[in-house]
């Protein structure tokens, strides 16, 4: 190899030069060795090199010469008819002129599979350049759709939470004030008892409607999410879980907050909802588990029920749900992995990373 690199910077008249006293030399020693040993095939060698680095043309003119440098070399008188020397070198030139020429073809041929691997890989290059480009911008889309994801995710929570304490804080006391000045009016009414019942089903209602909005509130935002953290929220949805749906639940939650990032306690409380949603409307479960834990930096959330789990006919709905629930983990650089329970029943864990740079 570093023979070959080294001839193919050379001038190529210093390589004919080279080549020719090779083929001084080969004729030397054939002449020096007799007519018991052939030396013709070491001609090749001489051709070879300067139709390899030199040319064709080049390469004919050093095989003639090799079989007149051979004829005049050759013993003649050892042959009994002097015209048998000069058919053997005729036959000689022949064959020398022939391995030029199917050199030269191979040579051709592996010029251009060195061209074709040039240009391929010249392809191959800029097509990996215009790939590397184009990940680069999908990967910055991909980074701005997050960001943007995350903020209208992050604005709309804002606006969740605007909306239940303007709910809870005006329209329930309200409401409130309300049902005590129906209460005042009903002291002053008559002892009917007609009038009695109607004041009675007003103050009814009115409870209906008080306890309606701190539902509608608490669904917007819990409060106890702001003020006491995300598991006593966790405790609470689960407590009225379990009141509205009848499905006995057990959890296994941690004993102190370990949730500090409040956007991210917002991301786990929603999707623990639609995860509980979910439950609740197409599981036909009677038995809920509720765990969760951090293990080497990252927090995790198992829910296990035994229901019908998934299956082909699972409804849209729950689809789109595991979708949201997926997404807003996605957000904050976690997964959720939904599967069919061993046993039956629907298997949903939650991984978020800790120290999570978004």
């Known amino acids: 190899m570093k023979l070959r690199e080294t001839l193919d910077r050379q001038p190529k008249a210093f390589?004919?030069?080279?080549?020719?006293?090779?083929?001084?030399?080969?004729?030397?020693?054939?002449?020096?060795?007799?007519?018991?040993?052939?030396?013709?095939?070491?001609y090749l060698i001489p051709i070879s090199v300067c139709l390899w680095y030199i040319g064709k043309w080049e390469a004919m003119t050093v095989a003639i010469l090799s079989a007149v440098l051979w004829f005049l070399g050759e013993n003649r008188k050892a042959y009994?008819?002097?015209?048998?020397a000069y058919w053997n070198a005729f036959v000689r030139m022949g064959f020398f002129v022939i391995v030029v020429l199917l050199l030269d073809y191979a040579k051709r041929f592996n010029l251009s599979l060195e061209n074709i691997i040039k240009k391929r890989t010249s392809e191959l290059r800029d097509e990996i350049v215009v790939r590397k480009k184009a990940e680069e911008e999908i990967k910055v889309k991909n980074e701005q759709l997050s960001q943007l994801a995350m903020?209208?995710?992050?604005?709309?929570?804002e606006q969740n939470l605007k909306v239940a304490r303007e709910v809870h804080d005006e329209l329930g006391q309200m409401l409130t004030a309300v049902k005590v000045e129906v209460s005042l009016l009903a002291n002053k009414l008559p002892n009917d008892k007609p009038i009695n019942e109607k004041v009675t089903s007003v103050n009814n209602l009115?409870?209906?409607?008080?306890?309606?909005?701190?539902?509608?509130?608490?669904?917007?935002?819990p409060r106890l999410l702001d003020d006491l953290g995300l598991f006593p929220a966790i405790e609470m949805q689960v407590r009225e879980f379990q009141t509205r749906t009848g499905i006995r639940c057990i959890t296994k939650l941690p004993d102190r907050e370990v949730i500090e990032d409040k956007e991210m306690s917002v991301a786990i409380f929603r999707i623990f909802q639609e995860a509980m949603t979910n439950i609740a409307r197409h599981a036909n479960a009677t038995h809920v588990q509720i765990k969760s834990y951090v293990d080497l930096g990252k927090f995790y959330m198992e829910i296990k029920d035994n229901g019908v789990g998934l299956n082909g006919k699972t409804p849209e709905s729950t689809t789109l749900g595991i979708l949201g629930m997926k997404e807003r983990a996605n957000l904050l650089n976690g997964e959720v992995v939904v599967e069919n329970k061993s046993g039956g029943g629907t298997f949903i864990k939650l991984k978020i990373p800790l120290n999570n740079s978004n």
């Open 15 to 42: 390589v004919f030069l080279i080549v020719i006293v090779g083929l001084a030399l080969v004729a030397v020693v054939d002449y020096s060795t007799g007519d018991e040993i052939s030396f013709s095939i070491f």
């Open 80 to 84: 009994s008819h002097e015209e048998v």
């Open 151 to 157: 903020k209208v995710e992050q604005v709309r929570e």
């Open 206 to 221: 009115i409870d209906e409607t008080i306890n309606s909005v701190r539902k509608i509130s608490t669904s917007l935002r």
